[in-house]
């Protein structure tokens, strides 16, 4: 099993900055690659950005050139950077940790942008 903490959402304002982290603790040998996603209120979730194994990392088109992930191997922590925020990054967003047979999720953290 492995356990992922997110932590660092918050109420920001549209041009504004985050950073949020995501521990991974427990059995996190062999993971493949992290990924954050997010939900809006009536959503569907949505993939955000993803880092694999060997730092290769990919965006959805909306963040790219706002939103950087990046990874702590040594403390098994994901971040992924926003700035430049908008109303529309408003939602929960959640950490994932994907095995070659598992998916694993965090809880999410509320990220609200106000225009």
Not at 4 to 15: D, H, M, R, T
Not at 30 to 55: C, D, F, H, P
Request: charged share 15%; net charge positive; proline share 1%.
């Amino acid at each position: 099993q492995v356990q992922l903490v997110e932590s660092g959402g918050g109420l920001v304002q549209a041009g504004g900055s985050l950073r949020l982290s995501c521990a991974a603790s427990g059995n996190t040998v062999r993971i493949n690659a992290m990924a954050w996603y997010r939900q809006a209120a009536g959503k569907q979730r949505e993939l955000v950005a993803t880092i694999s194994s060997g730092g290769n990392t990919n965006y959805a088109d909306s963040v790219k050139g706002r939103f950087t992930i990046s990874r702590d191997s040594v403390k098994n922590t994901v971040y992924l950077q926003m700035n430049s925020l908008k109303p529309e990054d408003t939602g929960v967003y959640y950490c994932n940790a994907r095995k070659s047979w598992a998916d694993y999720w965090g809880q999410g953290t509320q990220v609200t942008v106000s225009s």
